[in-house]
């Protein structure tokens, strides 16, 4: 059974730094591209950031570019969310997914099978 497991997720103050890790079990992580979705009180299911099952092919959203920095460690079944000079706007419920669909850079909800159960990120002073 597919299961992804979030986790490091907290309070930070404004320019501080995170990372939320997403555990992978019951599939063979390597055939799987993986993504990042946030969801803040309110507003949509937004996807930040995208790795390929090759690694090499990495795409963020424009509101997170510079600042996050995705991951993956096939050998530890983990995908990585770093997450350096937060603000207020970042809180948000984070979300991982895979697919081993193509069209994982879309950043697109729909195009990814597989989710977690979120956790939270709380940016506040």
């Known amino acids: 059974q597919v299961q992804l497991v979030e986790s490091g997720g907290g309070l930070v103050r404004p320019g501080g730094s995170l990372r939320v890790s997403c555990a992978a079990s019951g599939f063979n992580l390597d055939r799987y591209a993986y993504g990042w979705f946030r969801q803040a009180p309110g507003k949509e299911r937004e996807g930040v950031a995208g790795i390929g099952a090759g690694e090499h092919s990495i795409y963020y959203a424009d509101s997170v570019k510079g600042r996050f920095t995705i991951s993956r460690d096939n050998a530890k079944n983990t995908v990585y969310l770093q997450m350096n000079s937060l603000q207020p706007e970042d809180t948000a419920v984070y979300y991982c997914?895979?697919?081993?669909?193509?069209?994982?850079?879309?950043?697109?909800?729909?195009?990814?099978?597989?989710w977690g159960q979120g956790t939270q990120v709380t940016v506040s002073s």
């Open positions: 997914a895979a697919t081993t669909g193509w069209r994982f850079y879309k950043l697109v909800s729909s195009e990814y099978d597989y």
